[in-house]
């Protein structure tokens, strides 16, 4: 499905709020993000960011509030999700496929084409290209999920805590991968703790206390 119209935000959320069990973990939320912006958020420990990261990514609706994601409305779950790209603390990779196989099926579920074997060696996983991903080490694990992120190419992409688990090395690849992903075009919204390398990838930082964003 094609977006109604070109929209100028990737992101526009008005009053947005999020009930988990019985507790409201976003409350009276407001959000834009222009096409091609890139914005980190930061804040204590249980704030709500992965809980907003997952709502942008459509794997939790909304109790309350509006919003429009590349121009789609925050509810419609098929075309957001199509658009959308979360790299998270899970990562989503299948661990009896190999990091190669995991990387085809993302392609082949996206319906595009892309050099599995490069985006490997970018990330320096060829030799562990054709192991199990259960029996990978969680940085090699973030690797292999970084490269499928640049293989995709999402018009939206949104990362959490990318460089919790990394060496030094792993952190700068992951700093390196991000910008190209903005110079491609993908606007981009990235949770950390560590202020210093999100500013590197972002254009402004908010601030998230209680389930709702301010100025850091
Ligand atoms: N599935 C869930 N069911 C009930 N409550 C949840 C669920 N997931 C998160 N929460 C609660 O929502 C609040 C926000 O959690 P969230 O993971 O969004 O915070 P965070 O800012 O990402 O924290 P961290 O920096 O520790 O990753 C916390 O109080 C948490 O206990």
């Not at 990394?166 to 700068?172: M, S, V």
Request: no cysteine.
């Amino acid at each position: 499905m094609t977006a109604p119209s070109l929209p100028d935000h990737a992101v526009q959320l008005r009053g947005i709020f999020v009930r988990l069990e019985r507790e409201f973990v976003l409350r009276s939320l407001d959000l834009d993000v222009r096409i091609g912006e890139g914005v980190a958020i930061l804040g204590a420990n249980g704030a709500g960011k992965t809980t907003l990261l997952r709502m942008l990514s459509s794997a939790i609706s909304p109790t309350r509030g509006e919003g429009r994601i590349l121009g789609f409305d925050v509810r419609d779950r098929r075309s957001v999700r199509e658009h959308v790209h979360l790299l998270s603390h899970e990562m989503g990779l299948y661990p009896d496929l190999t990091p190669a196989e995991n990387l085809r099926f993302a392609l082949d579920m996206h319906g595009k084409k892309g050099n599995v074997e490069a985006a490997l060696a970018r990330v320096d996983l060829s030799r562990a290209a054709n192991r199990r991903t259960r029996f990978l080490s969680a940085g090699m694990r973030k690797r292999a999920a970084l490269a499928r992120m640049a293989l995709l190419r999402p018009p939206l992409l949104l990362v959490d805590e990318p460089f919790a688990n990394l060496d030094a090395a792993g952190r700068q690849l992951t700093l390196e991968l991000l910008r190209e992903a903005r110079e491609a075009g993908s606007s981009l919204i990235l949770a950390a703790h560590e202020p210093d390398l999100a500013a590197r990838v972002t254009d402004r930082t908010l601030f998230m206390r209680s389930g709702q964003l301010g100025d850091a």
